[in-house]
């Protein structure tokens, strides 16, 4: 079982950085595909972008591609997300969730298996 905390989350300008971390439990966390997505309000949950195991590879939303960056510390059973040119529709909570399933692309959230409470991102214009 992994138990997963987010934080970072704020209130930043539109054009500003925003550096979001997990913190996971557990043994295992080497074994589980990470994901991040986020929800606005009104709408639903979507994907962000996901991490294979080992870090190697990465996949995200079209709408992050270039401005959003996923890493991992296995060591230290973290997950980053590196967010750069923050627009006000970056707005929404943002989850951390870890998934059994070995693969790079991950984009739907019932393949995953633990999710964290969230942290909010509020980008103003």
């Known amino acids: 079982q992994v138990q997963l905390v987010e934080s970072g989350g704020g209130l930043v300008q539109a054009g500003d950085s925003l550096r979001l971390s997990c913190a996971a439990s557990?043994?295992?966390?080497?074994?589980?595909?990470m994901g991040w997505f986020r929800q606005a309000p009104g709408k639903e949950r979507e994907f962000v972008g996901s991490?294979?195991?080992?870090?190697?590879?990465?996949d995200y939303a079209d709408s992050v591609k270039g401005r959003f960056t996923i890493s991992r510390d296995n060591a230290k059973k973290m997950v980053y997300l590196q967010m750069n040119s923050l627009i006000p529709d970056d707005t929404g909570v943002f989850y951390c969730?870890?998934?059994?399933?070995?693969?790079?692309?991950?984009?739907?959230?019932?393949?995953?298996?633990?999710w964290g409470q969230g942290t909010q991102v509020t980008v103003s214009s």
């Open positions: 557990g043994r295992t966390f080497s074994m589980y595909t």
């Open positions: 969730a870890a998934s059994g399933i070995d693969r790079r692309s991950l984009k739907e959230a019932r393949g995953y298996d633990y």
């Open positions: 991490i294979t195991r080992s870090g190697g590879s990465t």
